[in-house]
């Protein structure tokens, strides 16, 4: 049994680490993450004179105004926000946020030697964002995050259920609405495409194959399909009993939550034993539970 798990079982505060193996694992995805980042914004957003959201996105117009390192500006405007981290997420997010942004804020002044080739600013900004969104999503999938308004999106999902990429979103379209002024349309516009992108890349990359579907079956060979699952899949199997708006028959209606991956073994089990069955697969936002769940690592 690993901390995690022990930790959800036990109700016992969250260990501050849960192996080296994970330490380093995670210090090694908060590095790339970072880098690929930082290769966005200096081989892409700074040449093309894009912006972006969130705090890079003001310590880029600091840069554009003053001249002073992006890299330190980001640092900077992370301070207030560690303070939320401590607060409202915990002990072993603010440490490997404090790790993240430092290691971005190195990727900023340190990687600038990749400088992308591509002239049509549209691909350009899907290019961007497609990185961005990428790197963001590496480091969200370690303990921790490069700080910024990553902290507030983990923060409203852990309190509200709100989707990382959609807090990112929404929140982003706001600030490049006040920092427009020192931008030019076209280049608002490119931006708030790298910003879009990033955010559907951010859902993708934290949520990925991890995704659990929930699943009504209506059969009457409910029994075997039940024991099937149990089986073969491994999942649990709830019983409910209905009625059918009809005939007015009794009916018997198996409700399971599984993962992404193994949907495909759901049908070929319902399909073996009943292929007129009624199946409906749902997505779920979330799900609390050591063995299925899905709830945030943090």
């Known amino acids: 049994m690993n901390a995690q798990t022990q930790h959800i079982l036990t109700n016992s505060p969250k ?6 193996q994970q330490v380093l694992t995670d210090i090694v995805l908060l590095c790339i993450g970072s880098s690929i980042c930082a290769t966005a914004t200096n081989g ?8 972006t959201g969130g705090v890079t996105g003001i310590a880029l117009i600091v840069h554009k105004m003053v001249g002073l390192d ?9 301070v207030p926000l560690f303070i939320l981290a401590w607060m409202t997420v915990g002990r072993r997010f603010f440490f490997f946020s ?3 942004t430092m290691t971005l804020t190195l990727a900023l002044t340190f990687v600038n030697f990749i400088h992308f080739k591509v002239e049509d600013p549209i691909l350009n900004a899907l290019l961007a964002g497609l990185l961005l969104g990428g790197g963001a999503g590496l480091c969200l999938r370690t303990s921790g995050s490069q700080g910024g308004m990553d902290i507030l999106s983990v923060m409203l999902l852990k ?12 929140v982003n379209i706001f600030v ?21 992108v990033t955010s559907q890349v951010v859902n993708i990359v934290v949520t990925g194959l991890s995704q659990r579907k929930s699943v009504f079956i209506i059969s009457p060979q409910w029994q075997a399909i039940s024991d099937e699952i149990l089986k073969d899949i491994r999942r649990g199997v709830t ?3 209905g009625q059918g708006g009809y005939k007015h028959s009794e009916e018997h209606i198996l409700y399971a939550v599984i993962t992404f991956t193994e949907i495909g073994e759901l049908k070929r089990i319902v399909r ?11 997505d779920t936002l979330e799900v609390m539970n050591y063995r299925i769940g899905n709830q945030p690592h943090w």
């Open 239 to 241: 019983i409910l009993k």
């Open 159 to 170: 309190r509200f259920s709100i989707n990382i990429g959609t807090t990112i979103l929404t």
């Open 70 to 78: 992006v890299g330190l500006i980001y640092l900077l405007l992370n």
């Open 44 to 51: 892409i957003l700074i040449p093309q004179h894009f912006a």
């Open 272 to 282: 073996k034993h009943d292929s007129a069955a009624f199946v409906v697969i749902s």
């Open 176 to 196: 490049l609405l006040i920092i427009s002024v020192y931008y030019s349309v076209e280049a608002l516009l490119h931006t708030m495409i790298v910003v879009y």
């Open 98 to 100: 404090i790790v993240g």
């Open 15 to 20: 260990p501050l680490f849960d192996s080296p």
